[in-house]
Nanobody, 128 residues
Framework: QVQLVESGGGLVQAGDSLRLSCVASGPSSVGSYVMGWFRQAPGKEREFVATISWSGGSTYYEDSVKGRFTISRDRAKNTVYLQMNSLKPEDTAVYYC????????????????????WGQGTQVTVSS
């Protein structure tokens, strides 16, 4: 069982930056887990934002965040980050961290059903 705890959300203005963190813990090593960020805006389905392989060598982003968001991980701290720059009002959502085990060091996953573990979410609100 893997536990995920997100932090770093808040209320910012358009153009500002935020960095979300997700700390993973549990009896199993999370070093072999692919990590992802998803978001869900009011009245909308949860959507993929970014993912990073357990090696850290592969990343993949949803088109609307490419060039603005960066996903990274610190394996020693069992933490994954989402640096969000040039935030827009349409980025407003609850952001969720997700994890799944993968044998392959460069695998990434962009579908929510691919993930087994989820955090509780952190609210990001961007005002115009």
């Amino acid at each position: 069982q893997v536990q995920l705890v997100e932090s770093g959300g808040g209320l910012v203005q358009a153009g500002d930056s935020l960095r979300l963190s997700c700390v993973a813990s549990g009896p199993s090593s999370v070093g072999s887990y692919v990590m992802g960020w998803f978001r869900q805006a009011p009245g909308k389905e949860r959507e993929f934002v970014a993912t990073i392989s357990w090696s850290g060598g592969s990343t993949y982003y949803e088109d609307s965040v490419k060039g603005r968001f960066t996903i990274s991980r610190d394996r020693a701290k069992n933490t994954v980050y989402l640096q969000m720059n040039s935030l827009k009002p349409e980025d407003t959502a609850v952001y969720y961290c997700a994890a799944r085990y993968s044998y392959y060091m460069r695998a990434t996953y962009s579908t929510s059903s691919d993930y087994n573990y989820w955090g509780q979410g952190t609210q990001v609100t961007v005002s115009s």
